[in-house]
């Protein structure tokens, strides 16, 4: 029997692949599952149940919340990357980071080829296959859902055939948890306005009662959440998120031009990557000069670009990390966030390393360490070249 490591998540997807690879195909199924901190040890217990009950030989869980923070989320912060200035690539980075892990998975236990769910007309499947491709470029690559070209409801009358129950309702809509944010799809997003619907998202709103915190932030990491730190900012997300999801924050739906060249809309719930990014990005206001945030900005929109696009490997992507990471020697000191129903506002920082001091002059008030016979000479020679310019050509 060949042996297949299958990318196992325990949904409609993935469900059907483990029944089609086992029953039809004949394959022994190594099930593994990537936990980027978007299940709780109860949901573990019962997807690996799940596996071995729809004839997987065997199930692995493997843990990479911390190679995920590390290789990844990390520079996500530092970069300020928000996908068309809304999305976290919640899906984007997490998929590159479970591909990565399966790849070496396969190499460990001498799979002949790697199996995963990924439809046909998303993003996923160029991710999984390039990941693949790139780290075991000697396996074969299977995918039943593309390959067969399923709509849900088949896949549904396939279970159904091996005695596997799976609701419609619970197939309506496409859920993907992760620590850094959280995907929902469903008809809604199938068109061009629709929203989903109070039910569809993950986290219910339970939280009315303003509330305000204190981000701690340690070279442009979160290490702190007001009184409380955290050695790893892997924790300190989780923390974040279990704080303010309960508000409704961070939810939005984000239509952005896909790898294949369609245009796709994603619904999403990421109130800690919003609020990380959006106080990160504040501090940096304050303690970065004025090249390195427009230099930041230019790659890193790059950096996050190429990674929606599934390119994490490319070195082209280590160059921009160390560049990204010197930026964050002075991004240090605390940022005040107040949380309200559906909505956060960002109210100050304080950190040793501001360069708002008005020891140097206060804005549109008063100047302390030039004159204006400074500034006049400083505007002559600033505005030359554009003078002789419009002398030269009457202008």
């Not at 936990?35 to 997987?56: C, H, M």
């Not at 990924?118 to 990941?131: C, H, I, K, L």
């Not at 989780?238 to 303010?244: D, E, G, R, S």
Request: glycine share 8%; hydrophobic share 40%; net charge negative.
């Amino acid at each position: 029997m060949k042996k297949v490591v299958l990318a196992f998540s325990g949904g409609l997807d993935t469900s059907y692949c483990a029944v089609y690879l086992s029953k039809v195909k004949n394959m022994e199924v190594h099930a593994v599952t990537v936990d980027t901190g978007g299940f709780s040890k109860e949901e573990l217990v019962q997807i690996e149940e799940r596996a071995l009950s729809l004839g997987a030989k065997t199930y692995r869980c493997i843990n990479e919340i911390d190679n995920y923070y590390e290789s990844c989320i990390k520079y996500l912060i530092f970069g300020n990357i928000l996908k068309n200035n809304t999305y976290p690539l919640s899906v984007s980075a997490e998929r590159i980071a479970q591909a990565m892990a399966i790849a070496k998975y396969a190499k460990e236990i001498g799979a002949e080829a790697i199996a995963h769910g990924s439809t046909g007309a998303g993003n996923d499947q160029v991710r999984f296959d390039m990941v693949f491709q790139i780290l075991t470029p000697e396996v074969e690559i299977i995918t039943p859902i593309r390959d067969n070209k399923l709509s849900r409801e088949a896949e549904i009358e396939f279970l159904a055939q091996y005695g596997v129950v799976y609701s419609a309702e619970k197939a309506k809509y496409s859920i993907n948890k992760g620590i850094w944010g959280t995907s929902v799809g469903g008809a809604e997003t199938l068109t061009s306005n629709g929203f989903l619907p109070e039910s569809a998202w993950p986290t219910q709103v339970t939280k009315s009662t303003p509330e305000d915190i204190t981000l701690h932030f340690e070279a442009g990491e979160l290490k702190g959440i007001n009184d409380k730190k955290y050695e790893k900012s892997a924790d300190a997300i989780l923390a974040l998120t279990a704080i303010a999801a309960p508000f409704g924050i961070g939810r939005d739906i984000h239509i952005g031009d896909t790898i294949i060249g369609i245009k796709g809309r994603v619904g999403f719930e990421a109130p800690a990557p919003l609020i990380i990014i959006k106080a990160h990005h504040t501090l940096e206001k304050h303690v970065l000069t004025k090249w390195q945030l427009y230099w930041k900005d230019q790659l890193a929109m790059f950096y996050g670009n190429w990674l929606h696009e599934g390119q994490l490997l490319d070195p082209t992507m280590r160059d921009i990390e160390a560049f990204l990471q010197s930026t964050q020697q002075f991004v240090t000191g605390k940022v005040f966030v107040s949380l309200r129903p559906y909505q956060f506002l960002v109210t100050g920082i304080e950190s040793d390393h501001d360069l708002m001091s008005a020891k140097f002059g206060s804005y549109g008030e008063m100047n302390n360490t030039w004159s204006g016979e400074d500034v006049k000479g400083f505007t002559k020679i600033f505005g030359n070249q554009v003078s002789i310019y419009h002398k030269v050509n009457n202008l």
